[in-house]
């Protein structure tokens, strides 16, 4: 196939070009989903709603975690197999993601319906946000499966290094989003409900267009005949998507206690944390598009034992995740007050929010690195490492990093505490990949 070739031959700006750019293109879409429901209620000038957003953030992020778990794990699995010229694993693989989703997505389903009065006093919810919160939980919770089935299939395809249909998929349920947004909460006046459900209804549209390409793949499976829960299938697809997942749902958790510190500061303090950490979401993303991309090529290669190459690709890929988050850094910091001023027109949200941006950028330059250290060893099957590699930065590290700094510099701490565990994560990252380099090289 051509693009096998691709991933065994192709050069570094053609995998950037055939895979990343694509996979990007999908990141965007997804911060366009987040940033569409904080753009449309914080324009409309209520920051107890932009606060209520903010606050509901971990439960969609814990959402995303199974999809991730489901997703990254199919899409790894798929991608060694086909290194290895396995392709009847491929469709079991394939199939086993579609059908866990569906199930993980149920589950999720009733755990965020019944635990609702736990969900609102655990997220830090007061007597200001409580209602808004929980109307934008029930509506995310009714739509959890379909959530999760188009976060999975959407990565799952990409190990083939065919990217189009899970962007054009992506794409449309964005635009749509977009579209509903507007209409639901400025039309219809349904506020937070209104951007939960505009979410959702671009998901169910995103999973229906990626139903459609996997159908049409031979070397994917959509039949409940090549389901299996054996574990050889199950383990190996859960295994190598732990990592990503964990990571997921360990920020969400981390998100929680950020946003229940942050609350003691006042709700403008919430909502001006929610404008400026779109920020220090997109940046992050884009070098995760980057990474993402290339992770089928990285798993091939390695499946194949071609070190000499999936070196140039793991230290070519890395210099270009650097030299992205540094420009883009640049550029977010020079006009950090119109991207702030974009979402709010509140004063008080303004001016906090622009203090809150330059904590987030500090370090997102060093993140380029980290991003890349976590998908090669995710990428080479090294679960243990990929674990604790995602693991750090998203609460291993920050969460004491984040007590300590609160207690000592009370909300500038909490500001500049990812910047400091950024930089931390990424030096035991780095100790962590030349480890299982050596390894690799002497194996």
């Given at each position: 196939?051509?693009?096998?070739?691709?991933?065994?031959?192709?050069?570094?700006?053609?995998?950037?070009?055939?895979?990343?750019?694509?996979?990007?293109?999908?990141?965007?879409?997804?911060?366009?989903?987040?940033?569409?429901?904080?753009?449309?209620?914080g324009r409309s000038?209520?920051?107890?709603?932009?606060?209520?957003?903010?606050?509901?953030?971990?439960?969609?992020?814990?959402?995303?975690?199974?999809?991730?778990?489901?997703?990254?794990?199919?899409c790894t699995a798929c991608s060694i197999a086909l290194g290895e010229g396995r392709h009847d694993l491929v469709r079991k693989y394939s199939a086993f993601v579609l059908y866990a989703a569906l199930g993980l997505g149920l589950m999720l389903t009733a755990l965020i319906l019944a635990g609702m009065p736990f969900l609102l006093k655990l997220l830090g919810t007061n007597g200001e946000t409580a209602g808004y919160t929980a109307e934008y939980l029930r509506i995310l919770g009714f739509g959890a499966p379909f959530l999760v089935m188009s976060g999975a299939l959407g990565n799952t395809v990409r190990a083939?290094?065919?990217?189009?249909?899970?962007?054009?998929?992506?794409?449309?349920?964005?635009v749509l989003n977009i579209l509903l947004d507007p209409l639901f909460i400025a039309v219809f006046h349904w506020g937070c409900g209104g951007a939960a459900l505009a979410t959702v209804i671009g998901n169910i549209v995103s999973l229906l267009l990626l139903l459609r390409t996997v159908s049409k793949k031979d070397c994917f499976s959509l039949s409940p005949r090549d389901f299996t829960l054996h574990t050889s299938v199950s383990l190996r697809v859960?295994?190598?998507?732990?990592?990503?997942?964990?990571?997921?749902?360990?920020?969400?958790?981390?998100?929680?206690?950020?946003?229940?510190?942050?609350?003691?500061?006042?709700?403008?303090?919430?909502?001006?944390?929610?404008?400026?950490?779109?920020?220090?979401?997109?940046?992050?993303?884009?070098?995760?598009?980057?990474?993402?991309?290339?992770?089928?090529?990285?798993?091939?290669?390695?499946?194949?034992?071609?070190l000499a190459r999936l070196r140039r690709i793991v230290l070519g890929i890395g210099g270009v995740c650097v030299a992205v988050a540094a420009l883009l850094s640049a550029a977010f910091f020079l006009f950090r007050e119109q991207f702030v001023s974009a979402f709010s027109p509140d004063p008080e949200i303004i001016a906090l929010g622009r203090?809150?941006?330059?904590?987030?950028?500090?370090?997102?330059?060093?993140?380029?690195?980290?991003?890349?250290?976590?998908?090669?060893?995710?990428?080479?099957?090294?679960?243990?490492?990929?674990?604790?590699?995602?693991?750090?930065?998203?609460?291993?590290?920050?969460?004491?990093?984040?007590?300590?700094?609160?207690?000592?510099?009370?909300?500038?701490?909490?500001?500049?505490a990812n910047a400091v565990t950024t930089v931390i994560s990424t030096a035991i990252a780095l100790l962590l990949c030349r480890s299982w380099s050596r390894r690799i090289a002497d194996s």
């Open positions: 196939m051509k693009n096998e070739k691709l991933m065994q031959e192709g050069s570094i700006a053609q995998l950037l070009v055939k895979m990343s750019l694509p996979v990007i293109l999908i990141m965007m879409v997804t911060v366009l989903y987040n940033m569409a429901d904080v753009f449309f209620i000038g209520d920051r107890f709603q932009l606060a209520a957003i903010s606050l509901a953030g971990p439960v969609f992020s814990a959402v995303s975690a199974f999809n991730t778990l489901i997703g990254f794990g199919g083939e290094g065919e990217v189009k249909g899970a962007m054009l998929a992506s794409l449309t349920g964005t859960l295994g190598l998507g732990l990592p990503m997942a964990a990571s997921t749902l360990l920020m969400s958790f981390s998100s929680t206690i950020s946003n229940r510190l942050t609350v003691s500061y006042g709700n403008v303090a919430v909502a001006a944390r929610s404008v400026a950490g779109k920020s220090a979401m997109l940046i992050p993303m884009v070098v995760m598009g980057i990474c993402m991309g290339v992770q089928p090529a990285i798993s091939y290669v390695y499946g194949r034992r071609d203090y809150m941006m330059l904590g987030t950028l500090l370090a997102v330059p060093v993140e380029g690195v980290y991003q890349m250290c976590s998908t090669y060893l995710q990428a080479t099957g090294k679960v243990a490492y990929a674990t604790l590699t995602s693991l750090m930065q998203k609460g291993l590290v920050l969460l004491p990093v984040l007590t300590v700094m609160e207690k000592l510099f009370g909300l500038k701490g909490i500001v500049f």
